[in-house]
């Protein structure tokens, strides 16, 4: 990435977390100017670094800002800060939403940003906080057609590739069906290694069985090496993963599409998160399987 001035748009990034931490570093290295903010200001300092300014309040964030770049937990949280940042926020200016917020949420936010006069671009992006440092992040971007141009300096400093699936809006719902298969394959994981064990196996023979093959891919062994490891060091938290189980559920509901499968990881993402690993790794929820002794 190239370093120094540059003529494309002022940006501001609320919200620098697993995600957005990463995601500022890359887009300050590119030489946006840029100005972020975080509720902990501990987690934003350390961007001074790459050249981010720290800023107080939501509203100092967006000042002058031509595209403020929201990640943040769910679509409460980004509407309350929203609603912070409004006294700044520059008419006209395009709000690049990126959070997991939901088919409902992201109504919710398009609504509030037709009242702050902005335009509402739905983004979130697949990856962790690998990708998110990389800029390798896949970005699901939807809404108006005149906006993309505006966000491209900033789509290209976090993304290594952008899929823009309509009107927005568009880009929450496939969030929903991917998160679906992801929370999906990682319970898959933890449930086939445990079962391993209970049969009086290695569980390590499931990848062995599984290696080079159809049924192989390289998720599949990260999280289950992961899981066998004990290392539970969160890239999408347990939490996250939770919560955005129940927004899948919820939408299918709505749609009228049965997702019994997906209905028993909600089940299984709350108990996991009841028993306190919400903030590890997703890969956690093998805790809740592992036998505790005979």
């Known amino acids: 990435m190239s370093t120094g001035a540059s003529s494309g748009p002022t940006v501001a990034l609320l919200g620098t977390g697993i995600m957005g ?6 887009i300050a290295t590119a030489g946006l100017p840029l100005t972020v903010w975080n509720r902990d200001r501990s987690k934003a300092e350390p961007l001074a670094a790459a050249g981010a300014r720290i800023a107080g309040s939501p509203a100092d964030a967006v000042r002058g800002a031509d595209v403020v770049v929201a990640m943040l937990w769910d679509a409460p949280s980004v509407a309350d800060v929203m609603a912070q940042a409004a006294p700044g926020l520059r008419p006209g200016a395009v709000w690049l939403q990126t959070s997991t917020v939901g088919v409902d949420g992201t109504q919710r936010l398009a609504d509030l940003a037709a009242t702050l006069g902005v335009v509402y671009l739905d983004a979130p992006v697949l990856g962790t906080k690998k990708p998110a440092e990389d800029g390798a992040l896949v970005v699901l971007g939807s809404g108006p057609d005149d906006a993309r ?15 823009w699936v309509g009107p927005a809006g568009a880009g929450s719902r496939l969030k929903l069906v991917v998160n679906a298969w992801v929370v999906t394959v990682v319970e898959g994981i933890a449930e086939c290694l445990a079962l391993a064990d209970g049969l009086g196996l290695d569980p390590a023979l499931f990848l062995e069985a599984v290696k080079g093959g159809a049924m192989d891919a390289p998720y599949v062994g990260l999280k289950a090496r992961s899981m066998l490891a004990g290392d539970f060091t969160p890239s999408f938290t347990l ?3 939770a919560k ?17 499968v997906l209905r ?3 089940d299984h993402l709350a108990r996991a998160l009841d028993a306190g690993h919400g903030d590890l790794d997703l890969g956690a929820t093998y805790l809740t399987h592992r036998r505790t002794g005979d």
């Open 149 to 163: 141009d505006v966000v491209a300096p900033v789509l290209g400093a976090i993304a290594a590739r952008t899929l």
């Open 264 to 266: 028993a990881v909600r």
């Open 239 to 241: 939490a996250g993963a």
């Open 21 to 26: 931490a990463g995601m500022a570093t890359n």
């Open 244 to 260: 955005d189980a129940g927004l899948v559920v919820d939408a299918a509901t709505t749609a009228g599409v049965d997702v019994g």
